[in-house]
Structure formats: C-alpha cells, structure tokens
C-alpha cells in the first residue's frame, strides 16, 4: 500500500521536473547574463540564491495560478519588464577580454539576484497553469518537483555562461530571446487576447518577433553611440596632443 501511495506521489513530482525543465530553457539565459561579471566566488553565490528565491516564488504563483492569470495587464506589466531586463543586461555586457568586476561586491550580487527572480517569475507566468495541473493541487508535490529542478537549472545556466564567456556574439542572442519571450507574453494577457485571437494568426509571432526586433534596435543605437562618443574622445585628444 505505501509502495503504491509512494509511486501515485513520484509520477506527478517527475511530471512537474520535466515540465518545468522543458518551459524554463530561457531562465538559464537569465541567470547566465545576470552573473556573468561577477567574480566565480560571487557567481555561484548568487546563482544559488536567485535560482532558490525564485523557485519559491513559483510555488506561490502556481498555487494562485488561476487567479493571477486572470488578473488584467500583470502579463503586460511583465513584458515590459522583461524588456527592460533584456535591453540592461546587453548594457552591462563586460568588455572582452575584461576581468570580473569586483568593485561593487556583494551590491552587483544582489542586483544580479533581484534580476533573476524577476526575470524567473515573468518567463514562468506562461508555464504555471501546466505546472499545477501536473501538481494535482499538492504544495508539497509542487514545491518537490520544482526543487528537484533546480540542479540541472544552475548545471544548465553554466553550460550557457562559459558558452557566452567563449562566444560574447550569444550574449545579444540571449537578450534577443528574452525580448521574445516578452512579445508572447504580452499577448496572452487577458487584457487584450481575445482582441489578438480575432486576428490574423501571423500578430501573435509578429509580437515575439518585435520584442527581440526592440531589444536588438536599442543595442545597436547604444553601440552606434558608444563609438560616436569613442571617436568624438579620440579626436579631442589628438587635438590636445596638437596643441602641446
């Protein structure tokens, strides 16, 4: 009898596990992005604690799943934060070749942290619904399932670090994909979706598509300004060096 009780309580654990694990690829990119300036000492260190808070924090959006997702412009408010999350994480890209930054300390920990619990929490609004159906109403099953997440999550998000450490072209990549998810979550908000499913198919992926089109546009004005100011500091050095 406990053996059967025991299994009736892994098949819906393993279901949340996997779900998660399958909806929650791009929360790798985040906490990837988030800590990457940070020494190895303070990586880690966040990574474990933005990855723990925001688990928690999805044990209680999933356990208010229904409500919170019937509640008008949270998933619009979410988008734009996504999207400005996306556009500050490419304007805190480190330089190549740059060293961690060890200035701020504990402060670019936290801020890293804060980052990801609400990144988490965002991308999860679309993934909630799923993820408590599979839970059968347990907290205590959700909160297992979700746990059990969290090695291969922080495994994953280092695979994605030493992967934008090796090629920085995949940190505008992330950034592009965060502003995607902005897009689809924007449009699912209960504000406006029956708006959007009366029309054509092609406005759902064109709002995914304009969320990363953002995010790319004012990374490349920001560089496009950084140079402008780069040559505009070279020219009047040379002009003082003249003058001397």
């Not at 790319?216 to 003249?242: M, P, Y």
């Amino acid at each position: 009898m406990e053996h059967a009780i025991s299994l009736d309580a892994a098949g819906p654990v393993l279901q949340i596990c996997l779900i998660d694990l399958l909806l929650s690829g791009d929360n790798a990119v985040v906490i990837a992005m988030a800590c990457r300036s940070l020494p190895e000492r303070l990586w880690r260190r966040a990574v474990l604690l933005g990855t723990a808070a925001a688990i928690g924090l999805r044990v209680l959006l999933t356990a208010f799943a229904t409500l919170v997702l019937s509640v008008r412009y949270v998933k619009l408010v979410g988008a734009a934060l996504l999207l400005a999350i996306a556009v500050k994480l490419l304007e805190d890209e480190p330089q190549a070749g740059a060293a961690p930054d060890t200035g701020h300390g504990n402060e670019g920990m936290w801020k890293a942290v804060w980052t990801i619990i609400v990144a988490d929490t965002v991308m999860s609004l679309d993934n909630v619904l799923a993820v408590a159906a599979a839970s059968r109403g347990s907290l205590a099953l959700l909160a297992l399932g979700l746990l059990l997440s969290i090695p291969i999550l922080i495994f994953g998000s280092v695979l994605v670090a030493r992967t934008l450490e090796r090629f920085p072209i995949m940190n505008v990549a992330g950034a592009a994909l965060l502003g995607w998810v902005a897009g689809d979550t924007a449009v699912s908000d209960p504000a406006i979706q029956s708006w959007v499913s009366r029309q054509t198919f092609a406005l759902a992926t064109a709002a995914s598509f304009l969320g990363a089109a953002y995010v790319l546009l004012h990374d490349r004005i920001r560089r496009a300004g950084r140079r402008r100011a780069a040559r505009r500091q070279f020219k009047l050095g040379d002009h003082h060096s003249e003058r001397l």
